[in-house]
């Protein structure tokens, strides 16, 4: 009987409320993506520095569906006192609800931070016969069918910068989505798709067993000198998924400013950056109060770019 | 063999450190704990105890407690089956059948023995198949696409219907109801929402925990409230433990055949501990010179399935662990447990976390020698628990799972959500259905369709893949001929005079 009482005590304590100062307590932080991809692993890297500078934990929790449509649909179905989070993905916010069939709107998602961003890039096995960017290009042209491209989620960065290279370079291949990019990893591996439109955090996590074929950046990243840029090949294209974090609509004002600055905070920790960089993100900080004015400029440009995909006439 | 050697050095000396060690004895504790009680089983003790793996924190440690609860309850469920005649636990349904008729011979200690030992021993061989096969497993893992998971998943289907009791009809329509259970929620593509009726908590799906834990656990416990109190506990008897040298001469080839049938059919998808118990009892039975003991308190039907169940409970971790893929509901609230802790269930999880892999398949031969410790000399305290009259128990249950439920999401929805698969469930058993292969088809149902139409869509619509890539070709063959085999009216009937006894 001991052990139950134990046990009971054990549940309770996970579901009792407390008050005080903000944060008292865990932080459920939704991710609407598989557990090991970016949004994920991101976000535990974060929930470390957290604890250290404010003394709480992030209980990081996968909802994943939908291309994160699922977890977004729900983001203001939680009580608004801070302590439920969800991260976000740009332009997956502008571009599914373009598409029509999920369930929010861009605007009912009340973002308080953008705090990392990480290039787009093409990635193949290492067994893959495609060695160079040319190679590819080449199958890609000839390939009955097209290539199978594997990305996370439908209507995001990767559909998006598929969509993208199709137009750009005159080909057409087949987009595949999955339910993140950890979930690509054993396709990708196995041969199943032809490569991945993803970004260079799966070739730093895959190094060794992907080739990075061409990245999205201005210059050639630091951990691939070899591997060209879009730029240098013809394409004019730097780009890439922004991620953030929000709250429900009915969460205050004081709430929402005090965790966009926790966020910059956690983002200064130096161990965290170099941390973060090692893994291929490119840290950024768009605070709460820049929040209207980035979000204003992003829709403008995906608004191109979902007309390059034919979401809009 | 080296490699073998030196994966299961880091395992130990990750399952060996004080934390490892306490959260492996806290689950084998609670398994003999929920495997000695009549009416709650490890699927409703590991779903109620998701929501407090979030407070361990550290995945390794969550999932060595989790899978201690799962063999620990086989353990636990003969100790009631052999002193109560009641399964503590489905999957030693058989060993009452022996081992109650050897304690009303006085032979408690002898039949409580043989049934640690043969578990013991299955255990340790069980866990040594896992950590030789997984690694080549793993690496034939990556052959299998979308198309290999989709097959995969039929035959696992199909193998549901074969291994359930009774009507074959009935086992089809019971995965066909949990395939279109599975279908609510919201489409993986589009994000349209599908069967959600406009009820909002529905555009989630339905909550797998809720599921489980209403058609198990509640439906379980309203059920033995029909039967009474009708026990006789030979509490006092268990005096002589140690079984004589005539029993281990007559237990021990049994063992042997328990434990590598347990472990083949721990493997097959839709397959699991009460599968491998079931299996090994017809076995002894079939192969005995002398059959005629059998129910009548012979050894060897405690020490076969005894051996068997505790095999299948661990190989059963060998598809979990390589292809991601639950081969029983326990499996797939072991899948869900990953998911919380963010772990991506595959082939890929023993090259990118080696630590907790390796910790994980060498806590369970500590736990399994744990058991033994617990099972033999602390057997009066189970027996104590037993005592527990039903009216206090039994409510304390029913509070624990809802308080679990609740906390899953803080949602009241979901505790009436399994109050209502609770009377489905009561339902079921009257009407003699059974719900495992409900709840395979509820889990792998959104695996199936994510798979198949990855396929079509890599296959620009072409389905004539599934039937030419060899792999899925061969699968699908396979279901094929298990569906025409069971549906021969011969065999129909045998199967279910087979189980009936």
């Not at chain 1, 991620?243 to 965790?259: A, N, Y």
């Not at chain 2, 309850?73 to 009452?96: C, H, K, R």
């Not at chain 2, 721990?266 to 005995?288: C, M, R, W």
């Not at chain 2, 959500?417 to 959104?446: D, N, Q």
Request: one cysteine or more; hydrophobic letters at 50%.
């Amino acid at each position: 009987m001991k052990i139950l009482i134990a046990l009971a005590a054990l549940v309770v304590s996970t579901v009792t409320f407390a008050q005080g100062t903000f944060p008292d307590k865990p932080i459920r932080y939704i991710i609407p993506f598989a557990p090991g991809g970016e949004s994920d692993v991101g976000a535990r890297l974060q929930g470390v520095v957290f604890k250290k500078k404010f003394g709480q934990d992030f209980i990081v929790e996968s909802k994943t569906g939908a291309g994160g449509a699922l977890a977004w649909s729900q983001a203001n179905t939680y009580p608004g006192d801070g302590y439920t989070i969800t991260s976000t993905n740009l332009p997956h916010l502008f571009l599914q609800p373009l598409e029509g069939n999920v369930q929010y709107k861009t605007d009912d998602i009340v973002n308080i931070h953008f705090y990392h961003y990480t290039p787009d890039a093409i990635v193949v096995r290492a067994e893959s016969p495609y060695k160079t960017y040319q190679d590819l290009l080449k199958a890609a042209k000839e390939k009955a069918g097209g290539l199978n491209v594997g990305g996370s989620a439908l209507n995001s960065a990767n559909h998006a910068a598929t969509e993208r290279w199709n137009a750009a370079a005159g080909i057409k291949s087949t987009y595949v989505p999955f339910k993140g990019t950890a979930d690509i990893v054993a396709s990708l591996l196995g041969g199943h798709v032809d490569m991945a439109m993803s970004y260079v955090t799966l070739a730093i996590a895959q190094k060794g067993k992907t080739r990075m074929l061409a990245v999205a950046t201005e210059k050639r990243h630091p951990q691939f000198p070899d591997t060209p840029t879009f730029k240098e090949l013809g394409i004019d294209w730097v780009d890439g998924a922004y991620r953030g974090v929000s709250v429900p609509k009915s969460t205050p004002e004081d709430i929402r400013k005090k965790l966009s600055s926790m966020f910059s905070e956690v983002n200064k920790d130096p161990e965290f950056r170099q941390k973060m960089v090692d893994l291929g993100f490119e840290l950024i900080d768009v605070t709460y109060d820049k929040m209207p004015a980035f979000m204003a400029e992003r829709g403008k440009v995906y608004l191109e770019v979902a007309k390059r995909m034919g979401l809009v006439k | 063999m080296e490699q073998l050697l030196s994966n299961l050095a880091l395992g130990f000396g990750v399952a060996l450190t004080l934390n490892n060690l306490m959260y492996c004895l806290i689950g084998c504790l609670l398994g003999t704990l929920v495997g000695v009680l009549p009416g709650i089983g490890p699927i409703a003790t590991i779903a109620m105890l998701l929501p407090a793996t979030f407070t361990i924190g550290d995945p390794t440690a969550s999932l060595i407690m989790l899978a201690g609860i799962y063999y620990g309850a086989q353990y636990g469920g003969s100790t009631t089956a052999i002193l109560v005649n009641l399964p503590g636990e489905s999957s030693s349904v058989v060993t009452a059948l022996d081992g109650y008729q050897m304690a009303r011979q006085g032979r408690a200690g002898a039949a409580l023995a043989t049934a640690a030992i043969a578990s013991f021993f299955a255990g340790c061989v069980a866990t040594f198949l896992l950590a030789a096969a997984a690694p080549p497993l793993a690496q034939i893992a990556f052959k299998f696409g979308p198309w290999e998971y989709f097959s995969l998943m039929v035959l696992g289907l199909i193998a549901a219907v074969v291994l359930a009791h009774g009507s074959v009809i009935k086992a089809v329509g019971m995965i066909l109801l949990g395939l279109l259970l599975g279908l609510i929620g919201t489409d993986v593509n589009s994000g349209l929402a599908r069967f959600s009726f406009g009820i909002p908590e529905l555009t989630d799906g339905i909550s797998f925990v809720s599921i489980a834990m209403g058609v198990f656990g509640f439906a379980e416990i309203v059920r033995n409230l029909e039967q009474g109190e009708a026990r006789e506990v030979f509490t006092n008897k268990v005096t002589k433990l140690w079984p004589t040298r005539q029993d281990f001469r007559d237990a021990w080839p049994a063992v042997l055949r328990g434990t590598s049938l347990g472990s083949l059919l721990g493997i097959l998808p839709g397959g699991g501990a009460v599968l491998g118990s079931f299996s090994a009892y017809t076995l002894e039975k079939k192969i005995a010179k002398d059959s005629s003991k059998f129910g009548k308190g012979d050894i060897r039907g405690v020490a076969a399935p005894e051996a068997a169940n505790n095999a299948a409970a661990q190989t059963s971790f060998i598809p979990l662990l390589t292809l991601g893929i639950p081969p029983n509901p326990v499996m797939a609230l072991m899948v869900g447990a990953m998911i919380i802790q963010g772990i991506q269930p595959g082939p890929q999880v023993m090259a990118e976390r080696p630590q907790l892999f390796w910790g994980m398949i060498a806590s369970m031969w500590i736990g399994n020698l744990m058991l033994v410790i617990l099972n033999l000399p602390l057997i009066g305290i189970w027996i104590k628990l037993l005592k527990v009259p039903y009216r206090f128990l039994y409510p304390a249950i029913l509070v624990f799972c809802c308080i679990g439920v609740y906390s899953l999401s803080n949602a009241p929805f979901d505790v009436v959500m399994t109050a209502a698969f609770g009377l489905i469930g009561y339902l079921f058993i009257k009407l003699e259905c059974e719900p495992a292969p409900l709840l395979l088809g509820f889990v792998l149902g959104p695996m199936m369709e994510e798979h198949l139409r990855r396929a079509m869509l890599l296959g620009r619509g072409d389905a004539t893949q599934f039937f030419t890539r060899p792999l899925s070709a061969t699968l699908l063959f396979i279901s094929l001929v298990l569906l025409i085999i069971i549906m021969l009216p011969a065999i129909r009937k045998k199967r279910e005079e087979a189980f009936v006894e």
